[in-house]
Every structure is written in C-alpha cells, then in structure tokens.
C-alpha cells in the first residue's frame, strides 16, 4: 500500500504497486525486491516468495473485500493486512520511489 484516499472521489481507496514473483534479482530503475536475504524483514512482510515491487506501476483500488480481503490465516487480526515495511528496507523503497517519479530531463 502506498497510501490511502487521495480525494474525495477516492475517499474509500488504496493506492497499491505491481508486485510479481519473477525476474526478482534483475535491477530496473523504480523497482525493488523483498527477498529472504533480507532476513527478518522478509519474515516482517508476509510475503510467501522472493517479489519484486514496481513502484511505476500503481494503481488505486476501492477498499472493498474484492480487493483487500480478510486472509484466511489473519495474523493482524480482521484486517486484510499481511505485514510489514521493515525499517531496514525504508531507503531501498525511497529510492525506487524517487526513481519512479522523477521528471526526466
């Protein structure tokens, strides 16, 4: 999740990135990866395998259970959240952020 209501026509909404499971050690500009490398804070995540975020890929989505359901193993209680943004991954998601975002020229 990279934020949540945006304005008033997205209200009730999440702005989510591309995640995938392929290519993960490959490096682009604007993307980065949670592995188990990364220790506890692969264990943090929730992730279930090595993933690859592209943050120039997001979209915003409704806050509804088509989209962000209950998991059927909660670990955060009964909200559809899975983990967490290790602090130690903090500069490595900034940086992919400003990538992304950056005005070329």
């Known amino acids: 999740m990279l934020g949540v209501g945006f304005s008033d026509s997205e209200k009730d909404s999440i702005r989510v990135a ?3 499971t392929k ?4 490096k682009f500009s604007g993307k980065f990866e949670i592995t188990p ?3 506890v804070a692969f264990t943090l995540s929730g992730l279930s395998y090595p993933t690859r975020f592209d943050l120039k890929k997001t979209q915003v989505l ?6 962000f359901a209950i998991p059927p193993n909660p670990r955060h209680g009964a ?3 899975l983990g967490t943004l290790h602090p130690n991954l903090m500069k490595r998601a900034e940086a992919a952020f400003k990538a992304a975002t950056a005005r070329p020229g």
């Not at 409704?62 to 989209?67: K, Q, R």
Request: net charge negative.
């Open 37 to 39: 490398n990364d220790g």
């Open 62 to 67: 409704p806050y509804t259970e088509e989209w």
């Open 23 to 26: 290519r993960v050690n490959e």
């Open 79 to 81: 909200n559809p959240k």
């Open 18 to 20: 591309y995640g995938t």
